[in-house]
């Protein structure tokens, strides 16, 4: 065969283009495969099967304040999870509202739809479940702690040093729904208790709550409940005027405020 | 003296360091190796206890590693300035010092690499990226151009260096090790420096010096979007790209400064490495300085008049809080005093610019750590726990001059092995310029002739 250096060079050129423009393009127009279900689903566009959203009352939360514990999400968190001080998954925080008010306010992991922390990650060991919630693959995180960069909530933490198992967990079967034992050097972040949920059970933080200001939800059945009460999701979220934290961003967080005294309702708390 | 006199000489003095180098040199280099071998012993702490040896922790999660990482970014572009810049501009005196510029790149480079890796919490995934890479994560985009950038520069560095090789190879002799004498030949590429083959060599430099621009810029661009694609403030700003091109520009000439006095001195290079050398170098400083000060003086004032969100509190870490100290210094210390020393004529000389030199590329270092650890230090959310501020811990201290010390342990190893100025180059400039004069000279006497008719 007769083939001309200028030929075979555009022939090389050609194929060098063809394996790394064309991925790219594919990627960019949304049909990248591991972004979504740590690569096992074929396409972002699939319609989800749930759509777990929070809802927090912030008229019902005082922090337990009032029962004179520590707030309860919190500690249900940290049983579970094995949460140390300054990493608990959700955060519960006294701020100040208008007019010399203060509130509290529980921050857990939003669970973005258009969530930063996926988005940067270079290996996709962060992905949106089925259920549209954020999860974290210890098995494939190479630590770069991008996502810790790119979460504007600061709810993305970093496990610093080797951590024991505990005896119940050292045999537990390791899953993103159920990231136990901790691995060290990779990033953790709330599950939105992926592994309960699957049985019907509510999440930790929201059967933890004594005061039913927590409500777990799904957008596309449209109910919600505290473990007290079924609520209708949507009505519920347009007649009690709700926000979500720094939506601004364009983040699309799954967690919605209900204001009620003195929050500056969708914008942030002054510290 | 006969152009063929000088370029003698200039092999000889070229080529010496490379049979015996000097006690100084040696000593140098054993200290590099013992700060090296220090941090690669806490390194290996790091890899069985994790990062928790460092400093960081979840609030200010990205610390010396992440600094030095940027820093080696910017120290990189003093290669493309240097020898592909000035070199498409036209300018010729730079010629003695492309070399020099083009071995801190490669090393910058790799000293890059390098601190990612320290500061992966699973480094024995590194692969991972290349398994399960994503490609709309800014890392990737990095980690192919930081590639793509090392690897073209190191070809940059090695096709003008083939006739130089060629040099070694027949001079050197019986002065080197065996196996020396073979890797010259393998490298030298049979170049016989004949003319279609000088030719050939100045064809694809020219090419060269073109290709490797864009990916020099590509490298700090997006470096830059590593930090600018968050949402954070001091990071989350359009800026951010072109102002780490200006400041790499900047640190990378400074680099190339002391590189240059420290080579002269060691290799006695200084009739090579002239004043001259110096103070166009030291013109370019000032100027990239310049338009660095520029640059966050535009950042901070369009920040600093509106106090969007968390804009004051970031602000008045600078202005007057924990990091202004750093803050002001930089000016002082990167801009002010350089620009004195330089305009200043009695400070203009080799001694003042090498100060200059040595002030902004200690300085710029500074001015990374008070890029990266500013930003992280502000909590985006009210907080449970208040986490005590970073400090760096002495582990992470010592690992950080793995990367700093072996940049310069690298540089050093690679002139011990091949001439740290262009022979070749300069030699072929002096041809051109003789070249240049008995034509001047020709043109002169045909006038002459054609007077006298």
């Not at chain 1, 983040?251 to 510290?271: A, C």
């Not at chain 2, 990916?215 to 830059?224: F, K, L, Q, W």
């Not at chain 2, 240059?260 to 200084?270: P, Q, S, T, V």
Request: hydrophobic share 45%; aromatic share 12%.
């Amino acid at each position: 065969m007769n083939i001309s250096r200028r030929s075979l060079l555009r022939g090389i050129g050609l194929i060098g283009l063809s394996t790394t423009v064309l991925p790219v393009i594919d990627k960019i127009s949304g049909l990248d495969s591991k972004a979504v279900a740590g690569g096992t689903k074929n396409s972002g566009k699939e319609k989800l099967t749930k759509q777990w959203v929070r809802i927090i009352d912030l008229k019902k939360c005082d922090g337990c304040e009032g029962l004179g514990m520590e707030p309860q999400c919190m500690a249900a968190d940290r049983s579970v999870y094995h949460r140390l001080e300054g990493e608990e998954w959700i955060d519960v925080k006294k701020v100040h509202g208008e007019g010399d008010s203060t509130y509290w306010m529980p921050i857990p992991c939003m669970h973005c739809e258009n969530a930063p922390c996926v988005k940067v990650c270079p290996v996709g060991a962060t992905y949106h479940s089925e259920t549209g919630t954020v999860l974290v693959d210890n098995r494939k995180c190479i630590g770069c702690r991008f996502c810790l960069a790119a979460c504007p909530y600061d709810r993305r933490f970093f496990y610093w040093e080797k951590r024991d198992a505990s005896p119940k967990d050292a045999f537990a079967e390791y899953s993103p729904e159920f990231p136990l034992p901790p691995r060290m050097g990779t990033a953790n972040k709330c599950v939105l208790c992926e592994s309960f949920t699957k049985d019907g059970k509510l999440p930790a933080c929201i059967g933890g709550c004594p005061r039913g200001a927590m409500y777990f939800g799904d957008l596309e059945t449209d109910v919600a409940t505290n473990g007290q009460e079924v609520v209708p999701l949507k009505k519920m979220l347009a007649e009690h005027n709700a926000y979500r934290y720094k939506e601004e961003l364009g983040t699309k967080p799954r967690v919605y405020y209900l204001p009620g005294h003195g929050q500056e309702q969708g914008r942030e708390p002054r510290e | 003296m006969s152009n063929n006199e000088r370029s003698l000489e200039l092999e000889e003095i070229a080529l010496k360091p490379l049979v015996k180098p000097g006690l100084g040199y040696n000593i140098g280099l054993a200290s590099l190796a013992v700060v090296v071998a220090v941090g690669v012993l806490f390194y290996a702490g790091q890899l069985w206890k994790g990062l928790s040896v460092t400093g960081m922790q979840n609030q200010v999660f990205w610390g010396l590693y992440i600094t030095t990482f940027v820093y080696f970014i910017g120290i990189s572009l003093a290669g493309t300035l240097v020898s592909a810049i000035l070199r498409l501009s036209g300018q010729h005196w730079q010629s003695p010092v492309s070399r020099i510029a083009e071995v801190i790149t490669g090393s910058a480079l790799i000293g890059a690499l390098l601190m990612v890796v320290i500061d992966m919490g699973r480094p024995e995934r590194l692969l991972n990226i290349f398994i399960h890479g994503r490609i709309q994560s800014p890392l990737l985009w990095d980690v192919i151009a930081v590639n793509t950038y090392l690897f073209g520069s190191l070809l940059y560095l090695y096709i003008p260096m083939i006739p130089d090789l060629a040099l070694c190879r027949d001079k050197l002799g019986e002065s080197v090790s065996p196996i020396r004498q073979k890797i010259y030949r393998l490298l030298a590429l049979g170049w016989q420096n004949t003319p279609e083959q000088k030719e050939r060599l100045e064809k694809v430099i020219g090419i060269m010096s073109v290709v490797i621009i864009p990916a020099g810029i590509a490298v700090h661009s997006v470096t830059a979007w590593i930090f600018g694609m968050t949402l954070r403030s001091g990071w989350d700003t359009t800026i951010l790209a072109p102002y780490f091109v200006v400041s790499a520009f900047f640190s990378g000439v400074a680099m190339v400064i002391v590189a240059m006095a420290i080579f002269r001195k060691a290799f006695g290079l200084e009739k090579y490495l002239t004043v001259d050398h110096f103070k166009k170098l030291g013109w370019l400083l000032i100027a990239m300085g310049l338009v660095y000060g520029y640059f966050n003086f535009a950042e901070l004032l369009t920040e600093a008049y509106k106090v969007k969100g968390h804009e004051l509190e970031f602000l008045s870490m600078f202005f007057t809080g924990r990091f202004s100290m750093l803050f002001w210094l930089f000016f002082l210390d990167c801009i002010l005093l350089p620009v004195f020393l330089m305009v200043w004529p009695t400070t203009r000389n080799i001694t003042g610019i090498t100060i200059a030199g040595v002030l902004v590329v200690i300085g710029v270092w500074f001015k990374r750590y008070i890029f990266v650890i500013p930003t992280l230090s502000l909590a985006n959310t009210p907080t449970y726990f208040d986490s005590a501020p970073y400090r760096a811990s002495l582990p992470e201290l010592s690992i950080t001059m793995i990367g700093l010390a072996g940049f310069a342990l690298l540089i050093a190893l690679f002139f011990r092995f091949f001439p740290a100025i262009p022979v070749w180059e300069i030699a072929n400039e002096w041809d051109k310029e003789s070249a240049e004069i008995s034509s001047i000279n020709s043109v002169r006497l045909g006038k002459f002739k054609g007077g006298a008719k």
